[in-house]
Every structure is written in C-alpha cells, then in structure tokens.
C-alpha cells in the first residue's frame, strides 16, 4: 500500500510564500510522477504542477513563474515551493503519485489534502 503524506498549508497573506511537502511510502514504482492539484469550493479538481522522476516538470499557466516544484528521489518527497500567492489560490491542495503497470495501466494515489488559504 501506498502512503501519502501533506504538510505545509495554512493561512498566508496575499504576495507571501509558502512551502508544500508529502512525503510518500510504501511499494512506490521507481519511474513515477509526483505532483501537486488542488481544489477550489465549488470547482473542479485541477493541476498545479508534476513532476516526473527524471526531473521534467509541467505547470499550469495560472501558476507559472510563481510556483516550483522540486522532488528528491531517495527520500520520495515532492515540495511546492509557492511564491507570489494571490486569493485565488486558495484551494484544499493534494499530492498525487502516479506509474504505469506492466499492462499499461495508470496506478494513482492521493494524499488526505492541506488547506491553502490566502487573504488580502
């Protein structure tokens, strides 16, 4: 089984930073990617930012040049370094680990969610 672990969140004013971390364990495939979505009231599920073992990373545009996401492999643990943060960032944010088995199928698992709330 697979664990995923948040912390980070909290309460930040608006153009503040703030850092995200989850830590995963358990059978994890080697050749994953990790990344970090949020949720909005009343908005779908979306993503913020991936990142794959080898390093390649992808943003959404909304968080681009003011977010970064970084990952040590040996230790399993994803970070959102978030800079600039702005009220519509607000959102109860998740970690995601992902692979693909032999049978190409997606294996997915979620962490419990950190709230992330920023005020003016």
């Known amino acids: 089984q697979v664990q995923l672990v948040e912390s980070g969140g909290g309460l930040v004013q608006a153009g503040g930073p703030l850092r995200l971390s989850c830590a995963a364990s358990?059978?994890?495939?080697?050749?994953?990617?990790m990344g970090w979505y949020r949720q909005a009231p009343g908005r779908q599920r979306e993503l913020v930012a991936t990142?794959?073992?080898?390093?390649?990373?992808n943003y959404a545009d909304s968080v681009k040049g003011r977010f970064t996401i970084s990952r040590s492999n040996a230790k399993n643990t994803v970070y959102l370094q978030m800079n600039s943060l702005k009220p519509e960032d607000t959102a109860v944010y998740y970690c995601?680990?992902?692979?693909?088995?032999?049978?190409?199928?997606?294996?997915?698992?979620w962490g419990q969610g950190t709230q992330v709330t920023v005020s003016l």
């Open positions: 995601n680990v992902q692979w693909y088995n032999t049978n190409w199928r997606a294996i997915n698992y």
């Open positions: 358990g059978n994890i495939f080697r050749t994953n990617t």
């Open positions: 990142i794959t073992s080898g390093g390649s990373t």
